[in-house]
């Protein structure tokens, strides 16, 4: 009934620009969080940013002051606009929706891939 869609990832050189997106369809639930993870080769995913249903956002370190995290009016789209891009943000970035009906439930994005390259 659940399905994430995402886009916007590609190549860019150091100091670049990308937006990523991610859209939800499907009813009956609750959106409690959202919010965009990554994984490089090799490694462990790792979260990126986080919006809650308040709109209050947090940021992995590495990432504050260049990316921001936000939502749509509807509340089912997600975006990620990543600025001053570096190459350790090369990497395969998803998406994660975290509702509720009855319980909770994640929701994963298919991922998108950014390189950051010169």
């Known amino acids: 009934q659940v399905q994430l869609v995402e886009s916007g990832g590609g190549l860019v050189q150091p100091g670049g620009s990308l937006r990523l997106s991610c859209t939800l369809s499907?009813?009956?639930?609750?959106?409690?969080?959202m919010g965009w993870y990554r994984q490089a080769p090799g490694k462990q995913r790792e979260p990126v940013a986080i919006i809650t249903s308040s709109g209050t956002t947090n940021y992995a370190h590495s990432v504050k002051g260049r990316f921001t995290i936000s939502r749509d009016n509807t509340e089912n789209t997600l975006y990620l606009q990543m600025n001053s891009l570096k190459p350790e943000d090369t990497a395969v970035y998803y998406c994660n929706f975290n509702v509720w009906r009855q319980l909770t439930y994640d929701f994963w994005g298919q991922g998108t891939q950014v390189t950051v390259s010169s």
């Open positions: 499907g009813s009956g639930f609750a959106i409690l969080t």
